[in-house]
């Protein structure tokens, strides 16, 4: 099953906890029998989205890993992981960051201000996707009270 979209993209495996366990792949003929669990922790590996069955695919121009099916558009497992990460390192910055980041969430995620506050603030804290899961915590109302929940708690 191919995505819906006009740019470039290539499949891969990643285990649920985001680990990359195949070099990307032009097509699925190239991952014709995937690893079945990581070699860093020994996770499950994920060929296929866990909702539509679609080969996970993430698109050429994007950096770090595909955080939402590009079929279905629903998170993949390893986002959930990432945000947990992302909980757990916004706890341990200073109270003027976290409240950057409530202004940043609380902003239109699309302003150019707030993507590039989240920026900043991702590279200062070692959490490249950070801008990305936002995107993706936005759009699930559990991920976005948790996150919120954190920045308010530190």
Do not use: K
Not at 17 to 23: D, I, N, P
Not at 44 to 70: K, N
Not at 108 to 114: F, G, H, K
């Amino acid at each position: 099953m191919n995505p819906p979209a006009t740019y470039p993209t290539r499949i891969t495996v990643i285990c649920e906890r985001g680990h990359r366990v195949a070099a990307p792949a032009v097509d699925d003929l190239d991952l014709a029998a995937p690893p079945r669990e990581c070699a860093t922790c020994g996770a499950t590996a994920i060929a296929l989205c866990p909702h539509c069955r679609a080969c996970v695919r993430e698109r050429v121009d994007e950096q770090g890993l595909p955080l939402r099916c590009l079929v279905c558009g629903q998170a993949y497992p390893w986002t959930g992981w990432l945000v947990e990460r992302a909980i757990r390192t916004v706890s341990e910055i200073g109270s003027s960051e976290r409240a950057r980041i409530v202004r940043a969430l609380d902003a239109p995620i699309e302003t150019a201000r707030a993507t590039d506050s989240l920026r900043e603030i991702s590279r200062r804290c070692g959490l490249p996707d950070l801008v990305r899961l936002i995107h993706v915590v936005h759009d699930v109302p559990a991920l976005l009270a948790r996150f919120r929940a954190a920045l308010h708690r530190g």
